[in-house]
């Protein structure tokens, strides 16, 4: 394949689209964010993600668990929790199997923000969909977002 290669010019195309529609769902929601919640984007996200474990067998995520689902690496995840447990809406603990491990579990705060901040999540999230799919290198990559699949013509 040379530079030229209209197959790797469509990938860099499709990739262009796909950073300039991260970017703009990203700055939308942080915006908002951070005006109605004072929360950041990953703040909120890391929130979302240690919202969602529960007790039990695999419940709890580890924290190289959390930095992928919150795509950060391990020690920023790790500052992340630090600034978020400072502010009394995590908590941590150690494993009560494992005394090695350490366990990070949203506060009562933490949830009753998180509840506050999901609906300014979402209708961020849907303003900055509602404004990408009107342009036309982005109407595609929209579409795949709202329905969970892959646009047609894009392959992995």
């Known amino acids: 394949m040379t530079a ?3 197959a790797l ?27 109605e919640h004072g929360l950041s984007a ?4 890391l929130l979302d993600v240690l919202g969602r474990q529960h ?8 924290m190289k668990q959390v930095a ?3 795509v950060l690496s391990q020690s920023a995840t790790t500052r992340l929790v630090t600034r978020l ?17 350490i366990y990070t579990e949203v506060s ?19 303003e900055a969909l509602a404004e990408a799919a009107e342009v036309p290198e982005l109407s595609a990559l929209v579409e795949a977002v709202r329905s969970g699949g ?3 013509g894009v392959r992995a």
């Open 4 to 6: 030229t290669d209209p």
């Open 85 to 101: 447990e400072d502010r009394g809406l995590l908590s941590r603990y150690l494993c009560p199997t494992d005394r090695r491990g």
């Open 108 to 126: 009562d705060s933490g949830r009753a923000l998180l509840a506050e901040a999901r609906p300014t999540n979402d209708t961020a999230l849907r």
């Open 150 to 152: 892959v646009p047609a």
């Open 42 to 45: 990953r703040e909120f996200s």
């Open 68 to 70: 992928d689902a919150v």
């Open 9 to 35: 010019t469509a990938l860099a195309q499709g990739w262009c689209a796909l950073s300039l529609l991260h970017g703009r769902i990203e700055a939308r929601v942080e915006k908002a964010l951070q005006a």
């Open 55 to 62: 007790d039990g067998p695999g419940g709890h995520l580890q």
